[in-house]
């Protein structure tokens, strides 16, 4: 017997509060996106962090972003394996299927993953190492970005530089899938690179120019 | 150069007006997250799909939901092979480190995961059967649910079946890692398998002692 | 010879900046709009006025919102008699062919049409009542929004009321049309009036059950 | 009892924050617009289409446009029968009440109002024939223009140039206006001819001398 469990009443509650409130007022819309498909403009990438919330920040309509959310808001290389790689099926699906005009990678502070990966790059988290860790294995992405910023010794600084090394990574690995690469070179795709403290609610924007994050 | 570009106006304008409203009116909390870090009760594993809305659907604050979204919202099997496996990573994070009370999986109506799956399943897609094709490998996973549901000759009718087993493909596999399993016999951790009418706004649980999904 | 001229400087050279700078940040999005077509939510109908701007107040984006704007945002009964109805083509169009979900009728405060109407209907304006006044036969579909309002003394008051008959005329007028009427009553369209307070930033949106407008 | 709707929540989320923004930004001229009244100096006739911004393309302020917004911004001819006409009011307020110093006429590529009138003037679309279609019988009154282009074979050059015969109508016939007409000639009112194409952002502009539109 599967141990699936009801909902617990005061989830339930919401949803049916939900369904009487903000789905009547769209069920329209919400037919119609069904009938017809989506059509979202944004990709998101963005982390499972209960803090962030991407649909709240743009004010996302129902059917405006196509978001896949990880841990740390990483995409791994171009590694056409065979294998299962779940960040690009979704970015595979949102670029060749849905054709979305633009991927918004959005990083954000204090980020539990980040951490994790700053402590097991010191050598402060054994446990991270261990061949079964999943957080160690898919944080080891972000190793050569740890490298370009361990000179910093303050550790909410090399932190917040490390969070920000993670969005880097994401952008220049994304380039690594041919069909990115190729909607961008094309124009038809445009990449862009963020950052969201979610303690004072600023947003920074990565300046390709500069190379460096700036508030917006 | 890194190909990044700065957001639309429109984006920024709408990002300013959620800063100077909602943001504003929820600083002091957002501050308490910031500062204490975060404590979600839940873990929410749905699809990118743009129209699945799992934020609003349950009210969810600030805080309250961990939310992993990836093609079909499916869970593979526990695989310590020391690979990256960004989904087994987000539900360590969330069992052992944020140690959530509750993993919701929310499949949903019209997933276009789920209908290339059954495309591919009826040979009707070799697209997708190439080695190089994310969407297929990632949904190779989705084949023993289509295989008890391909006697079902209704196109959307099997469809929706399909979807519902990916949910509880998902159940199934997340119940092979032990730290899970664990915390499930110990009562530390409740499942949800769950199903969403985009269309209808119709909400579907399973229930574990008949094995079928009814109306909430 | 065509009496046109060139567009003064001031203009080009805004233009050239927008090109420069929003169209460049949205050219993927706009080329995607082109080739596969409009599929805007929400039909617009709101007044001339320069001091309304709807795409500004709703952070719209390009091809989310289909807009008509006339004089007092009037939407005339449906009179299918073979002559020319540039407003009842706007909403076959819109209901028809595009198949939006919504209809938004947006009055304003301090509207020169709604003016115009009440001096005319207080005979204080007799060049609006002769034939050739193409305002004057335009606002006498509000004549009998006006004989609802007159007793109010107070002008500033009066004309306010009239402004939100004109938005209730509108919406009463919309229903004469078949094809709205029949996708309101499949669920399809959704109708919403509203009224907006140019000088405070106010909105106010029509309650169904009160038959009042009060404030969003 | 009127069938209307309140907002969705996410229109009313992105109204707070235009006025927590953008309105608190710009309130003591949106205050005195209000109070001393509008005076636009452009009137502009545009398309109703989702795509077209105008107000963003030459970053206009409010209260500098008074727009009116039709199917394939077309102006019919001046005809005084004491019948309801539109279009007809908004340029008589503009001109005689308001007395702008400039019109333009925005015609635009992919545009569907003209598409509409190639097919039915191809003899493709019967249903726009019945006398109860109001795209066809507001149409009709590019029939002529469709004759000069007629001879064009390939279909997107044909309706490039009927999309341009649009905007060269509604020069023509705002001419047929004896107050237009006697702004123009004394000076006080300027005409322009303007297309845009959606997809690469062109402008171009109609050249009296060479009865030629060409990039701006």
Known sequence: MRPTRPLPGSLVQRYHGWKATTFADNAAWYRRLGAEGQR?????????????????????????????????????PY????????????????????RVSQIMVL??????????????????APALEAQDSFVGRWMDMLRPGWEAVQTIEDDAERREALEKQAVLTSIDNLMTFPFVRAAVDAG????????????????????????RFSQI
């Not at 056409?80 to 699906?93: F, K, M, N, Q, V």
């Not at 990083?107 to 402060?124: F, P």
């Not at 038809?188 to 190379?211: F, Q």
């Open 107 to 124: 990083g954000h502070s204090q980020c539990g993953g980040v951490e994790a990966c700053d402590k097991m790059c010191m050598g402060h």
């Open 40 to 76: 979202p403009r944004v990709m998101v990438i963005s982390c499972c962090d209960s803090r962030v919330h991407v649909t709240s920040i743009f004010g996302a309509e129902q059917g405006e972003f196509f978001i896949h959310r990880n841990i740390a808001n990483l995409v791994p």
């Open 79 to 98: 590694e056409p394996d065979g294998l299962r790689h779940g960040t690009s099926a979704a970015i595979e699906y949102a670029v060749t299927s849905l």
């Open 188 to 211: 038809d795709l445009v990449l862009h690179a963020l950052w969201n403290d979610i303690v004072d609610g600023t947003l920074e924007g990565h300046d390709a120019v500069t190379d």
